[in-house]
């Protein structure tokens, strides 16, 4: 079995501690490290390479959200997966973390079931987007784009069919909600997210939905 390396950021101890112990008694996971910064949690990134980063976003000094930017685009730990931990219902800034480079995000009063799979799913190279869960994102963050953000160039190099999908995963759909709504199958419902990846340069489905949203695309519903 192979065992997944996770670094946990977070300045709580308390909050370490509590993962540590869930994430240690699963068989197939392990802690490498435990970081208190976002600088201590990118050095411990790059000196240990683990497959997973638990980031907290509100830690003394570099925030979560710079942290996770500076990991992911640095060449030497781009492919260390991030997934943002936060107090949803408080915490604004999740949409920034996702733009930063995440790969998803936990809820820190989730069920612990879900928090390891949700590492797990990151660690498979996927992104945590439970329908329900992307659909809570998108309604809090998405229509909070930068206001300072210049205005993003249309979608080039993919098909009419691949642009309907990329809409449909814009708003959420799960692979078999989008099968249904453009009448073929779940294969190839898969193909079109695989290629839409490719062409776009995209880390993961949840970046797909930023991209849906940034290009405008997919068009926030305003309350």
Same mark, same amino acid.
């Given at each position: 079995?192979?065992?997944?390396?996770?670094?946990?950021?977070?300045?709580?101890?308390?909050?370490?501690?509590?993962?540590?112990?869930?994430?240690? #008694?699963?068989?197939?996971? +392990?802690?490498?490290?435990?970081?208190?910064? *976002?600088? @201590? $949690?990118? /050095? %411990?990134?790059?000196?240990?390479?683990? #497959?997973?980063?638990?980031? +907290?976003?509100?830690?003394?000094?570099?925030? *979560?959200? @710079? $942290?996770? /930017? %500076?990991?992911?685009?640095?060449?030497?730990?781009?492919?260390?997966?991030?997934?943002?931990?936060?107090?949803?219902?408080?915490? @604004?800034?999740?949409?920034?973390?996702?733009?930063?480079?995440?790969?998803?995000?936990?809820?820190?009063?989730?069920?612990?079931?879900?928090?390891?799979?949700?590492?797990?799913?990151?660690?498979?190279?996927?992104?945590?987007?439970?329908?329900?869960?992307?659909?809570?994102?998108?309604?809090?963050?998405?229509?909070?784009?930068?206001?300072?953000?210049?205005?993003?160039?249309?979608?080039?190099?993919?098909?009419?069919?691949?642009?309907?999908?990329?809409?449909?995963?814009?708003?959420?759909?799960?692979?078999?909600?989008?099968?249904?709504?453009?009448?073929?199958?779940?294969?190839?419902?898969?193909?079109?997210?695989?290629?839409?990846?490719?062409?776009?340069?995209?880390?993961?489905?949840?970046?797909?939905?930023?991209?849906?949203?940034?290009?405008?695309?997919?068009?926030?519903?305003?309350?």
């Amino acid at each position: 079995m192979t065992t997944i390396r996770v670094v946990l950021a977070d300045d709580q101890p308390l909050v370490r501690a509590a993962l540590r112990m869930v994430i240690t #008694d699963a068989p197939d996971l +392990d802690v490498a490290a435990e970081a208190s910064t *976002g600088a @201590e $949690a990118i /050095r %411990l990134t790059a000196d240990l390479q683990p #497959d997973v980063v638990v980031m +907290d976003i509100r830690m003394p000094g570099m925030d *979560g959200i @710079e $942290a996770t /930017r %500076l990991i992911t685009t640095n060449p030497g730990t781009a492919a260390v997966r991030v997934i943002v931990l936060t107090t949803f219902d408080h915490d @604004e800034y999740v949409y920034a973390a996702l733009r930063a480079g995440a790969s998803g995000f936990l809820v820190k009063d989730m069920a612990l079931e879900d928090i390891l799979a949700a590492i797990r799913v990151v660690a498979a190279g996927d992104a945590l987007i439970a329908p329900t869960v992307t659909r809570r994102l998108i309604q809090e963050f998405a229509s909070r784009p930068e206001p300072a953000s210049p205005p993003q160039p249309a979608i080039e190099g993919i098909t009419e069919r691949e642009r309907e999908a990329l809409a449909l995963v814009g708003r959420g759909m799960s692979n078999t909600e989008i099968a249904a709504a453009m009448f073929i199958s779940v294969a190839t419902v898969k193909t079109y997210v695989t290629r839409l990846l490719a062409k776009l340069d995209a880390r993961d489905r949840v970046h797909l939905v930023i991209i849906a949203y940034e290009t405008g695309l997919v068009v926030p519903r305003r309350s």
